[in-house]
């Protein structure tokens, strides 16, 4: 079995939201954020798409990424423990295919960063434009 294929077995016998909930207290799909001050469940979780996303930071993943970042360890680690806990065997792999995995989580992560804070810039202008819109015409 190649590595996509036991990342794929894991993400379909995972609990996302099991996974989520041995970090921080989950009601429904929403849960507050682990890696962020945060009182409210700003935390979005989909065990259908097996994805979470925080709406506060605009850190988001799989459960790959979530173990990565609640433990601080690499994707080899969080594969390591995910497939001990599903009981799925690991096949031999290469270091060259190791890094090549932990390259594309840590693209993705950095992707969704970028993008997070995209979106706070064109918050921040939007905010900024209807300010000046709002003050037009008062007089």
Not at 3 to 17: D, G, H, N, P, Y
Not at 54 to 69: I, R
Request: proline fraction near 4%.
């Amino acid at each position: 079995m190649r590595m996509r294929e036991v990342k794929e077995e894991i993400r379909q016998v995972i609990s996302l939201k099991a996974l989520i909930a041995d970090y921080t207290p989950v009601s429904r799909n929403h849960a507050v954020c682990p890696f962020h001050p945060d009182k409210n469940p700003s935390l979005s979780i989909s065990d259908s798409k097996g994805l979470w996303h925080c709406f506060g930071c605009g850190l988001g993943g799989d459960c790959f990424t979530f173990l990565m970042q609640a433990e601080g360890i690499s994707f080899q680690g969080a594969l390591g423990r995910l497939a001990y806990h599903t009981g799925i065997s690991l096949p031999e792999i290469s270091e060259t295919e190791v890094i090549a995995h932990q390259r594309q989580s840590d693209q993705k992560i950095q992707k969704l960063r970028a993008l997070e804070e995209e979106k706070k810039e064109r918050k921040h202008l939007l905010d900024e434009s209807s300010k000046f819109l709002g003050g037009c015409g008062k007089g």
